[in-house]
């Protein structure tokens, strides 16, 4: 007996489904030579995400690809992010950037690129965070947080940093590097983040240790 041909229509989508039915109900492996993806999400066996690969990551950094980490909290804990392009003027803007989050908090180490026109830097730096945030601190976060647009976060920074102590937000401690003037340079700052030793090698090749004050002014310099 001649079995019926089901019409194209109808066959293409029940082949499609029994192949997904049978790919989730036995072998959860799959092998592919290539796929291209905007977005996606590394769960662990409670379908929590812990990983994200996408090529952007919504209106707050939609230029931005790379990784982001997420801790068993389900709070972000790192990343490595990258963007970077030529503007019709020739003007390069471009970074990296690869980050370790202290809990609950923000960046305490990273390794960084930093290109802006002819203003380049890269780095490797440490940072103090404190264990507990102020009350001021928590609703500078959530002003900025809630904001709709970068103007407008940036307005909201320039209401808010000059009243928060640095030690209460964040301090630089450590950076290794090249700085934008050219200089190889190894920075130790105090718990507010002021510089306070610096040993350099300049553009020209000259090195020097230098010893300021809380105040930035350099109270003594060590030459050749």
């Known amino acids: 007996m001649r079995i019926p041909t089901l019409p194209s229509f109808v066959s293409t989508p029940i082949l499609v489904l029994l192949g997904i039915t049978a790919f989730t109900a036995g072998r959860r492996t799959a092998v592919f030579d290539e796929i ?17 690969l996408a090529s952007g990551f919504g209106e707050r950094r939609p230029n931005l690809g790379g990784l982001l980490f997420i801790n068993q909290d389900g709070i972000e804990a790192g990343g490595l992010v990258y963007t970077g392009t030529r503007d019709s003027t020739g003007a390069i803007r471009a970074g990296a950037i690869l980050t370790f989050d202290q809990y609950k908090n923000d960046q305490t180490m990273a390794i960084q690129y930093s290109h802006d026109g002819d203003r380049k830097w890269q780095g490797l730096t440490f940072q103090d965070r404190p264990d507990t945030l102020t009350d001021l601190v928590k609703e500078a976060y959530r002003a900025i947080e809630s904001a709709p647009n970068g103007i407008a976060r940036d307005s909201l920074r ?3 940093l000059p009243r928060i102590q640095p030690r209460d937000l964040v301090a630089r401690r450590l950076f290794v590097g090249r700085d934008r003037a050219a200089s190889s340079v190894v920075t130790l ?3 507010d983040g002021k510089p306070r030793l610096t040993l350099s090698v300049d553009s020209l090749g000259q ?14 310099t060590i030459t050749p």
């Open 158 to 160: 320039q209401v808010y």
């Open 189 to 191: 700052s105090d718990p």
């Open 36 to 52: 291209t993806v905007q977005r996606i999400n590394v769960v662990d066996s409670a379908g929590n995400e812990r990983v994200i």
């Open 207 to 220: 090195a020097r240790i230098a010893f300021l004050d809380a105040s930035g002014a350099v109270t003594r």
